[in-house]
Each structure stands twice: as C-alpha cells, then as structure tokens.
C-alpha cells in the first residue's frame, strides 16, 4: 500500500529563519511526487511536480528535491505569506494513473 | 489559465434537501474529481471522470451522485446527507500525459465549497 509520511506536523519559524519540510514515501513505482500549498478554507494550490531522484524544482523562495525514498520542500528566507499548510502527494505507476495518496500536511507559520 | 471555479462557495442544508455542487474548469483538461475535505486532514477522493465516464468510485454512498454532462462541467448531487458530511467539497481537473493510457498529470484544484448540513 502506498503511504507518506510528512514532518513536522507543524513548524514556527521567524520571518527570514529558512528551514525545510520532509515528505517520505513508499509507492510501489513511482510516477511523480507532487507538492501543495493550502491556505485555510481554500483548495490547495499546486507548487511543484517531481518525477525522478535528483530532480530539482525552484519557485521564489521554495525549493523541491527528490530522492528515492523522500522529497523535501526547502524555505529560504520566509515571510509571513508563506504561511500555510502544505501537502505533498504520490502518483504510483502501478495503480490507477490519477489516484493520489496525500501526507498529513506540514501547516507552517512564519512570524514577523 | 490553471483555475478550476466551484460554486456556491457556502452551502447550508438541511437533511431532508436536494443541493448540487457545480465545477468548471476551461484548461481543456480531460479527467476531474470530486474530493471531500476534513478539518486539518488531507482530501481524500470521492470519484474520477476521465473522458466525461466515471473511471473511480471510492465507495461513496449513493446520498452522493456525481455527473459530468461535459468535458469542462462536473456536478455533484447531494440527497437526504448526514450531519456529518459536513465538509470542504473540492473540485480538481487534470490532463492526460498521453503516455501510459491511465497516466495523468499534476492535478488543479478549485476554492472549493464548504457545506454545512444541520
């Protein structure tokens, strides 16, 4: 069975203080590895798609890298905004092409 | 365009009501999902259209009836729920990679609906 695994459950940092969000995972083949920000109330917004170890992906002041059996989503210098939960997914190659198993979620807050 | 638009964003109703949640989405995207959403959980999947056909169902009782009379439409009919049904309704879409027949890329969700049922 699929699973992932997300740590810490929740993280408080101050504005500026970078840090980093573990997703770990075991999937039966996997087809990508997907990352999400959620702002309370809302639907999660896509950040980044990863397919393979060694792979890497920038957006601002995240970054996403892939291993074989992790992915982290690093946070350089945070500012308040950056606050929210975030979720990262697994697509396996051997299930059903669009079925995504969710970890818990890291919900951050960043202070000023 | 990467959105995915749902309406109503509340809905209140009681347990005897007929409602249906609406999505759009205009990204030419051939799968869409309805996802229920707890507090302080991860969404969790109801069903898949995939070219407008029903292709998952993850065993939800039938209070809940999904429809997509279109590629860009997804309907969800909601019937005599229960109090705790309660919850975020999130709508995504997604592409087909055109690789392996059942392969699909990264998934876009809309704002979502949250429903209320007393």
């Known amino acids: 069975e699929d699973q992932v695994t997300q740590s810490p459950e929740a993280l408080r940092l101050q504005e500026g203080e970078s840090s980093s969000l573990n997703c770990s995972y075991t999937?039966?083949?996997?087809?990508?590895l997907f990352w999400y920000r959620q702002d309370p109330g809302k639907g999660p917004e896509f950040l980044f798609t990863?397919?393979?170890a060694g792979e890497e992906k920038e957006k601002e002041r995240l970054k996403a890298t892939l291993t074989k059996k992790e992915s982290f989503l690093h946070i350089t210098a945070p500012k308040p905004e950056d606050s929210a939960t975030y979720l990262c997914?697994?697509?396996?190659?051997?299930?059903?092409?669009?079925?995504?198993?969710f970890g818990e979620g890291t919900q951050l807050t960043v202070n000023p | 365009d990467t959105e995915v638009t749902q309406t109503p964003k509340h809905l209140v109703m009681g347990m005897t009501n007929k409602k249906s949640l609406k999505c759009e989405q205009h990204?030419?995207?051939?799968?869409m999902y309805w996802y229920k959403q707890k507090a302080k959980k991860p969404p969790e999947l109801m069903f898949v259209?995939?070219?407008?056909?029903?292709?998952i169902n993850e065993s939800v009782p039938s209070r809940f009836s999904p429809e997509c009379p279109n590629s860009s439409l997804l309907n969800l009919h909601l019937h005599a729920l229960q109090p705790e049904d309660s919850a975020l309704y999130l709508c995504?879409?997604?592409?087909?990679?055109?690789?392996?027949?059942?392969?699909?890329?990264?998934?876009?969700f809309g704002p979502g609906t949250r429903l209320t049922v007393l």
């Open positions: 990863l397919y393979s």
């Open positions: 995504a879409s997604s592409q087909p990679t055109g690789k392996p027949p059942s392969s699909y890329n990264e998934q876009f």
């Open positions: 997914a697994v697509q396996a190659r051997e299930t059903s092409g669009s079925r995504l198993t």
């Open positions: 999937v039966s083949g996997l087809r990508g």
């Open positions: 990204m030419g995207h051939r799968a």
């Open positions: 259209y995939s070219y407008e056909k029903l292709s």
